[in-house]
């Protein structure tokens, strides 16, 4: 046995050695307060005196060789006792030879520790959990002690005895901690001892032995397959959607970006096992955007163009796949270094207007209507935007900076200002109807070493919501004011509202932000901005985001070496990744590090002669990076992917001559609005015909979507429709109940969109049980009364008989024949037909055969009640008919000994539900017709 030492003092106290007149020792013990110890206590000896020359013998009386001392001091010697049991501590003086021993007697106590559990050291981890009994076993010697669990995982207890539920799998130490602290017998004991007993929960690796995914089409519908030995599957996608079950599922991924799916699975015993798979999901909603941002034009700045008809633009066409970006110098007539923003039609991509910060230019390339001398600045990094006007299509706004031109601005002319375009004028080439407003002007006092105003060139937005209708989304316009605050504009149907500020002290002290430029990702929820500082090395900051809010939050700091500029910035599409452009140095930081900064990766160092300044991102899910002094733009063509993986391509778009250009284009992200806008009435309010169960789907009219859009429906009862091109279709449900319906559409696997909602149907002609007697009923030789239990306007009945009334609600009908279906179509006050059937038969008043037939049976294959037969012993020969609530025959056989195993006639696997049975001929020598129904339960 093992114990813990625990050290405790027992004072033998006031041994006197003293020497007699005639030179004898004397040994004496005197007071000894505790002569009980518990395990590994010690007991400390204090020496008194001297014996003349001579020696004292210590003898502990625990089989150790004794300590002999060989002079005396006052001293205190210590021994512990390992073991329980009885001992005798003797002192003796030594003058020889003459000696006087002492004694005393030492008790040490066993008292142990110990448990007992229900289950084995190594137990099969069950999902709900696994639970263990423990029970003290503890050798307390009618001492009192108290005592402490601890099972492994961090939980402790102090029962006697306990049930806990462990619901981790891995190694867990279980122990038991008994201790005694204050015991009225012994107060001075202070006892403890340990005992630990491992418990090993595993998980069966042959329940999941394979787990993958693959992507769907749209890419980011992902099909997931597991393999092994379970029976019951269970999978958490990562993203807060619901779980799924099964072992093969499907699942739609709302967001792009990086998920982890934790699979789940059990056996028939209740063994469980779980495993992870970490994902990336692609981002599918690109197909029915608005096409906003299809065109790019840009330009070389003034003078320095050596062909000035010749004028920089970029125009993404929709390809298989996704977009294709196409290089053009013979379209548009803006000349412009760095600012520049243009917005095409959201259907169709023609170009509507483009404008670099003072000008204005319509589709034509000319000066717009009273589109000249806008208070902004061709040399501002992001000297221009457009967003929408919500609530209106044919108008927008232009958001200008004034920029920073290396000295001291103009008064006049420093800091934002609005303009709006009305394109339903001058003819459909627009008018700015409206211009030079400000948006934020003034004084910053931490920009005094350039006259205290407003001179930082950043601006950029985002979607607040899509709204019902592209024409009712809300967006937000974001800028940095002064060293320390930022803005942050709702534009709604009500106009610009107040904004939010945002205040977040400079990442340098005494810092002028000067040459900036800022990026929103595309899922809206995180905001960049480079500050090229003129009293300190350059930053990128980082912040979330709140769309709702508006407020910017969290604000991480991205260190740039000093000889180097942050200028350009752009999050990937995935919004994991942000690239940075300084001096010739493009790097990638990943977002989910913890480390952003340690996260660097150096992409590429490009070449000379130019620098790169300004990147954007693409509707084809591309970066392009303006190359200055050069005659192409670079791109980096897979900016989802890490490290050099994302592929940046060096001149990857070329134009036929070199151009001072440095700014790309700038609007707000409309194309992102995806499929979002289309408002699906398939949630609370469908058009449901009430009596047919005629479904009729609808939405606002507000989607763009082309004539050879894939449409799929799937309506929730196992029907699917597939239509190659976009409609809202009709659908006519069997019954009532809570459909789960989707529509999934897509122009490839690439740009697809998918909305899903849930519809409540009610089918009035669809629901039997209008008859209260039930399913058959029995007559003799006269008429008999049958009762509809469903009130209406009209009843019509039909038979092979003859009806007192074939229009009322009560009638009596007498067969023409032995049996027969009577029908009856109940039309309620609102149209509604209501359709129902009851077999009658007739029966032998005069003669009796019992005969016992069960009212149900599960043809299922599993070898229990499989056969619907006569279970009591007759004899005879008969036919047996099934038929359905329809009346139409079923099942017909005739013999001595007859069942039915649940097929048609036609051998095909009758369906679950109620049918009706009619026996007749001669059994047990009397005639017999007798009929009722049955159920087949599979």
């Known amino acids: ?28 013990i005197g007071w000894v307060p505790n002569t009980t110890l518990c395990p590994n206590g010690s007991v400390e000896l204090d020496i008194f005196g001297t014996v003349g020359d001579d020696s004292i013998i210590i003898v502990w009386g625990n ?35 003459i000696t006087d021993t002492a004694r005393v007697q030492i008790t040490v106590i066993d008292f142990s520790a110990d448990f007992t559990k229900d289950v084995q050291d190594s137990i099969c981890w069950n999902i709900n959990g696994n639970l263990v009994n423990v029970t003290d076993q503890t050798d307390d010697l009618g001492m009192q002690y108290s005592r402490a669990w601890h099972f492994g995982d961090g939980a402790i207890d102090t029962f006697p005895d306990m049930s806990y539920n462990y619901l981790q799998s891995g190694r867990h130490d279980l122990t038991l901690i008994a201790s005694v602290l204050d015991n009225s017998s012994w107060p001075w004991l202070e006892c403890y001892d340990t005992i630990t007993k491992p418990i090993t929960i595993y998980q069966n690796s042959n329940l999941i032995q394979e787990m993958q995914w693959t992507e769907g089409c749209p890419c980011n519908m992902l099909e ?27 699942h739609f991924f709302s967001e792009p970006g990086s998920f982890t799916v934790v699979l789940t699975a059990q056996d028939a015993e209740g063994c469980s096992a779980r495993k992870y798979l970490n994902i990336d999901v692609c981002n599918a909603d690109t197909t029915f955007a608005s096409k906003a941002d299809a065109n790019w034009y840009f330009g070389a700045s003034d003078g320095d163009c050596p062909n000035t008809n010749n004028f920089s633009s970029i125009s993404f066409e929709e390809i298989s796949g996704g977009f294709q970006a196409t290089a053009s110098t013979s379209k548009g007539q803006m000349h412009s270094s760095e600012a520049a923003s243009t917005v095409s039609h959201p259907e169709t991509g023609e170009v509507l207007f483009y404008t670099n910060g003072v000008e204005v230019f319509d589709t034509t390339g000319a000066v ?26 044919n108008q927008y706004y232009i958001f200008t900076a004034n920029g920073f031109s290396g000295s001291a601005c103009t008064p006049a002319r420093t800091g934002y200002y609005y303009h709006i ?17 400000p948006l934020f002007t003034g004084v910053c006092p931490d920009a005094i070493p350039w006259g205290g105003s407003v001179i930082q060139e950043a601006m950029s937005g985002t979607v607040k919501s899509p709204g019902t209708c592209i024409e009712s989304a809300e967006y937000w316009v974001i800028i940095p004011t002064c060293e320390d605050s930022f803005r942050s504009y709702l ?74 500029q942050a200028t350009g910035l752009e999050f990937s599409p995935n919004n994991r990744f942000l690239y940075t452009c300084s001096g010739f140095y493009i790097d990638q930081y990943d977002l989910q590090a913890e480390d952003i900064n340690a996260s660097k990766v150096r992409i590429k160092t490009t070449t000379f002669p130019g620098k790169v300044y300004t990147m954007s991102l693409g509707v084809d899910d591309k970066i392009y990076v303006t190359h200055h002094d050069t005659s192409s733009l670079d791109i980096i063509e897979n900016p ?50 009430s009596c047919n169960g005629l479904v009729t789907f609808s939405d606002n009219e507000c989607h763009f979507i082309a004539d050879s859009t894939l449409a799929i429906w799937d309506y929730g009862d196992g029907a699917i429709d597939t239509f190659d091109f976009f409609e809202f279709p009709d659908h006519i449900y069997e019954s009532s109940g809570e459909y789960y319906v989707s529509l999934s559409l897509s122009k490839d696997c690439y740009n697809s969109k998918s909305v899903k909602d849930t519809i409540d149907v009610f089918v009035p002609n669809k629901i039997p049980g209008i008859f209260t007697m039930g399913d058959s009923i029995a007559f003799g030789n006269q008429p008999i009364l049958i009762e509809a239990d469903k009130e209406g306007v009209s009843y019509q009945w039909a038979g092979n008989g003859d009806f007192s009334c074939d229009t009322c609600f009560v009638t009596t009908f007498l067969p023409v024949g032995d049996d027969d279906f009577v029908f009856v179509d109940i039309i309620d006050s609102g149209g509604c037909s209501y359709k129902d059937s009851i077999f009658v038969y007739r029966i032998d008043t005069t003669q009796k055969v019992t005969i016992f037939i069960p009212n149900a049976f599960t043809p299922n294959q599993k070898g229990i009640n499989e056969q619907f037969k006569i279970l009591n012993d007759i004899s005879g020969f008969y036919e047996v008919s099934i038929y359905d609530r329809r009346g139409n025959l079923v099942f017909i056989d005739e013999g001595t000994s007859l069942s039915w195993n649940g097929l048609t006639k036609k051998g095909k696997v009758a369906a679950e539900g109620v049918y009706i049975y009619k026996i007749q001929g001669v059994i047990n020598n009397k005639n017999i017709l007798q009929t009722g129904s049955v159920e087949v339960i599979r």
């Open 1 to 28: 046995m093992v114990f813990k030492y625990i050290r405790f003092f027992i004072l033998l106290a006031l041994i006197n050695i003293s020497t007699f007149l005639y030179g004898q020792p004397n040994a004496n």
């Open 63 to 97: 089989g150790d060789p004794y300590k002999w001392l060989d002079t005396v001091e006052p001293m205190s010697y210590m021994h512990t006792y390992e073991d329980a049991g009885v001992f005798t501590l003797e002192v003796i003086a030594y003058d020889d030879p």
């Open 224 to 250: 997931f397959q597991a393999s092994g030995n379970a029976i019951e599957w269970q999978w958490e996608m990562g993203d807060q959607e619901a779980s799924h079950t099964g072992s093969s599922i499907t």
């Open 368 to 393: 717009m209507s009273n589109g000249s001398g806008l208070m902004g600045n061709k040399s501002a990094a992001h000297g221009t935007m457009i967003v929408p006007k919500p609530g209106d299509l």
């Open 421 to 437: 375009v009305d394109m339903s004028q001058n003819g459909g080439l627009g008018s700015v109807t409206s211009k030079n407003h």
């Open 491 to 564: 534009i709604d149907e009500s106009g610009i509202n107040d904004p939010i500020i945002s205040v977040h002290p400079s990442a340098i002290d005494g810092a002028v932000n000067c040459w900036s430029e800022a990026a929103v990702s595309r899922n809206g929820k995180l905001y960049a901005i480079s500050e090229f500082v003129s009293l300190g090395p350059p930053v990128v900051r980082v912040f979330d985001f709140d769309k709702n809010t508006g407020e910017l939050l969290k604000p991480r700091v991205i260190n740039i070496h000093r000889d180097e």
């Open 640 to 689: 989802n992917l890490k490290g050099v993986s994302c592929n940046y391509n060096e001149w990857g778009m070329p134009f036929p001559y070199k151009e001072e250009r440095v700014g790309l284009q700038n609007i707000v992200p409309m194309s992102r609005l995806a499929y979002d806008t289309m408002n699906f009435n398939i949630g609370l309010t469908v058009e449901i015909d």
